[in-house]
């Protein structure tokens, strides 16, 4: 598998158990509705929770894990996103904003991701050994826009964050809402 940071950069930089998909929560009656003979799970502060067929996921989860009927492992990790077509909105902090357009990328065999400063803004809430990691080999090669973005956006969500400290070094902030 690979992940979204490893369609960014072109290289797979570590292993990856399952695949990780992005969609809008209101699509999410859609998207199940086309697995449905799947088992799927609410994922939620480090429990799972059968989601039954036909119900959709509680507003407070934003992570489902999916298995094909039979299988031992799971193979579609759901990463349930706000916003609507037009404006994503990090789910942590509804001020942290950005187009649609600007969020979903497209690698050079034209696979949608989502954009890597919006990966590592997740990623920067409780960072794990291999967060870090993504981190490093990650924001040297943003664009200056996206470092700018990412650095405003965790500025606003968790401004002690230490991963501030090297952004900053590389750009003043910039005031008022952060969008497209």
Known sequence: MVGNLDLFLGETTRPHTDLDVGILRADAPTVLQAISTWQVFEAKDGQLTR?????????DVHCLWCRPPGADRWAIELML???????????RDGRVRRSMSAVVRHSVDNLPYLAPEIQLLYKCKSPRDRDEVDFENTWPRLHADARLWLFNAISL??????????LRAFQAPQPGLITE
Do not use: C, I, K, M
């Open 157 to 166: 969500a968790n401004p002690r964050h230490h991963w501030l400290t090297l």
């Open 81 to 91: 996103d706000e916003g609507d077509r037009d404006v994503w909105v990090y789910r």
């Open 51 to 59: 989601l039954d067929s036909g119900r959709d996921p509680r507003r």
